[in-house]
């Protein structure tokens, strides 16, 4: 027997120390949550994906009635770019929110289990890591890869 310890990496950083282009990220993310329609839960999402020609691209939650009919702001983001920029590759993505009396979490918001398995397809298809930035008032976390917020993730190939 041998035990696999699985690491996940992750730097913690305060907005100002954010390069340029990841400050870029997270203000998209940040306005991108307007476009959130969340009367069910009131909890609003916005994603912002930078693909390799320059282009940013922004997602929203969209709720629906038939609450398994909507989406999450990563994935409404991810297959928007996949759709309109399918030979592009995806970079970066952020991601942020505002909770129910519309002031943004301390802690970082994190994708949920779908949103990452959705997201890795792009990754593998860009054939490099993308960064993530999960935007919290208190904290910005930076990690390397969707990858590394997914471990050990199902892949038909
Ligand atoms: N939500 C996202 O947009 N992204 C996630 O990764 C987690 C959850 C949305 C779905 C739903 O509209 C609301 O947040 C509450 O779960």
Avoid: W
């Avoid at 928007?80 to 590759?89: E, L, M, Q, R």
């Avoid at 952020?94 to 994708?111: G, H, S, W, Y």
């Amino acid at each position: 027997m041998k035990e696999i310890e699985i690491v996940t990496p992750v730097t913690s950083k305060s907005y100002p120390e954010l390069t340029e282009i990841e400050r870029h990220l997270v203000d998209a993310a940040r306005q991108a949550v307007k476009g959130s329609y969340a009367p069910y839960s009131r909890f609003h999402v916005g994603a912002a994906i930078l693909l390799d020609n320059g282009v940013t691209v922004t997602g929203a939650n969209q709720e629906n009635a038939a609450y398994p009919s909507g989406t999450c702001a990563e994935r409404s983001a991810c297959y928007y770019a996949g759709a309109n920029y399918p030979d592009a590759k995806f970079e970066m993505i952020a991601i942020a929110a505002l909770d129910a009396d519309m002031k943004e979490p301390a802690t970082p918001t994190a994708p949920c289990g779908a949103c990452r398995q959705a997201l890795l397809e792009y990754e593998t298809r860009a054939g490099h890591n993308v960064a993530v930035l999960l935007a919290g008032a208190d904290e910005i976390y930076r990690l390397p890869s969707i990858k590394s917020l997914l471990p050990l993730a199902f892949t038909s190939f």
